[in-house]
């Protein structure tokens, strides 16, 4: 009977100094802070019984909260891990593998708090032994390490079917392309291009390079650290390999970049701005003068385009014209021109009275005759032709006959006597030229 008091007296001590003291200066404090100073309130904490009442309801507070917690922690759930990569061992330098996935899903099935530790430990790839499989056809199933044991791992794909080849390779030559060259400035143009290698290995299946037309290294300009005019060197520059339809092939290149210098230029040439008027001003006027706000420009492109280039011949619509005008129009970049110094022009156009004369004696040539032909003179009108002439008086009487080109284009022509049009074209934009005589007879005969 002692012993029974003896323990009854232990309990009553351990809820007295574990459960009513602690809630009892939890409820005190609560009603500190909410100001509570009422004299029943004081008197109910007094009370042993409703400081037990109190602590049970607590208790049972407390016993609910952490039960609902505890439940839900123990709860089966599923989460999944999207694109886990794939890792396969095997001797990538005898042998290709096909069919292998990249990646793979994995489903994690457990507890919350399971699944919780299981997403904070590092992840592990997703790996597949390949070392001791032969070339031929495979099925092979994807193992993942698993890092908890009380987490069920279930990955998707789980298995594989894969193709093992003998790996083969052969020397390519390697050219190069140039990447985003709309980029670089307009006033520098790249003249050459020298790549560490001339040829490259690559390597894969036989059928696979069979396949390869052509390997390239992509030379990108936006690479160019303040790409100027003499040599720019770049460093690993990406080899890409293409099929006949220009797709990439996925195959190994050896080396896999490459090195690369560009010499770069800036080509310039100052050329003169040549007005030429479309169209007719109204009937009775001519134009006086054409007058451009600027007279020569500076145009940069390739060397060639250069050359070829004399004048920057701009267009300007006269069309029923009627009276003095000043047009201001954007200039165009000619095929091969990058860059122009002016952006824009404008140009001056008075009118005055038009006038007709004539320039007799203008020697007419001919262009496109075969190499093996030659042409034959019937009469004076297969020589020479008068032209007509329309413009101000001006600007007309300074024409000359030698200043005028009169031609006949025997194009496809072979022996024997031919009708062909007169066509003329003058030096002076604001002249109208015509020949008076529109065809001429031409007699064609073998050298």
Known sequence: MRLIKKIVRGIYKFIDKRIILPITKLVVGIAKRL????????????TKSSLIIISLIFSFLFFYIVDIKNTTLLETNAEVIYNTPVTASYNDEEYIVEGLPETVDITLIGTKANLYLAKQLPKQDVVVDLSDLKPGVHKVNLKYKQSISNVEYKLDPSVATIIISQKKSMTKDLSYEIVNLSKLDSKLSIENVNISEEDVIIKDTEENLGKVATVKALINVNNLVDPKVGE???????????????????????????????????????????????????????????????DRVTIYGKQEVLD??????????????????????????PTGIREISSKTISVDITLGEEVTTEISGVKLGYINLGDSYTVQATDTSSTEVTVILKGVESVV????????NAYVDLKDLGIGEHEVEVKIKGSDERVIYKAKVTNAMIKIAQK
């Open 232 to 294: 720019n060197k770049l460093k690993d520059v990406e080899l890409v390999a293409y099929d006949e339809n220009g797709k990439i092939m996925n195959v190994e290149i050896v080396p896999s970049k490459v090195n690369a210098t560009l010499t770069i230029a800036s080509p310039s040439k100052e050329v003169p701005v040549k007005i030429i008027p479309v169209g007719n001003v109204v009937f009775g006027k001519a134009i006086a003068t054409l007058t451009p706000s600027v």
């Open 35 to 46: 100001k509570i100073t009422d004299k029943p309130f004081e008197s109910l904490l007094k």
């Open 397 to 404: 009487n300074n024409i000359t006959a030698e200043s005028i």
């Open 308 to 333: 070829a280039t004399n004048s920057l011949n701009i267009k300007i619509d006269v069309d029923e014209l009627k009276e003095n005008k000043k047009i201001t129009k954007t200039i165009k970049k």
